[in-house]
């Protein structure tokens, strides 16, 4: 996929952080509240936004989210430990994951498919590096072993994989749609959305 022109750049890059902001919230989500999209915009940023200052601005975000979450809407600080500074790590892995994709993705059947395989996977190791780091060094646990840390990433780690998945999925639907009805450069299609 080509880069973005500046006004779509601009207008995917509001409508992710508006997303961002509308969902951070609620990590799972509730029957009034969709779950936490970060995952998913961080991989999604990175195929279609693609720019290092971008990521820079979207760690921002997020940390700004999360401080004015516990600051001022309720929301726990339980998770605020000296681990919450490998969450840009934990960032990266999608970003630059949806980056390496970035090239590949054509919009193709096969595309979409590596896309939705690339955000599994993504998903999935930048879980393991924010909640081993929460784990491992967030000091919540008296006596940490492996053994603890694999039945608790087993058991969180699906719903924050499905969750960007999810989210990917209907990203990637949107894009075919919106690729078969708007005309392209040249008049066939719209491959550069």
């Known amino acids: 996929m080509k880069p973005l022109s500046r006004p779509a750049f601009a207008a995917m890059a509001a409508l992710f952080a508006i997303v961002m902001i509308a969902t951070r919230f ?3 989500g509730d029957m009034l509240h969709l779950p936490d999209a970060s995952m998913a915009l961080f991989f999604l940023g990175g195929i279609y936004l693609r720019k290092h200052l971008a990521f820079v601005a979207f760690v921002l975000l997020a940390v700004l989210v999360d401080w004015y979450s516990i600051s ?15 969450m840009p790590l934990a960032y990266a892995v999608l970003w630059y994951g949806g980056r390496l994709l ?3 993705f054509d919009g193709s059947l096969r595309s979409h498919g590596l896309v939705f395989l690339g955000i599994v996977v993504c998903a999935t190791l930048s879980y393991a590096v924010s909640n081993g780091a929460f784990y491992w060094l967030g000091g919540r646990y008296t006596d940490p072993n492996m053994t603890q840390y694999v039945q608790r990433f087993m058991q969180w780690a699906p719903l924050f994989v499905r969750a960007a998945a999810l989210y990917v999925l209907a990203a990637q639907v949107i894009h075919a749609v919106v690729a078969r009805f708007l005309p392209r450069e040249g008049g066939r299609g719209a491959a550069h959305v």
């Not at 001022?72 to 490998?86: E, H, N, Q």
């Open 26 to 28: 609620n990590h799972f």
């Open 72 to 86: 001022y809407a309720g929301v726990s600080d339980f998770c605020i430990t000296v681990a919450y500074s490998f």
């Open 102 to 104: 970035a090239p590949r």
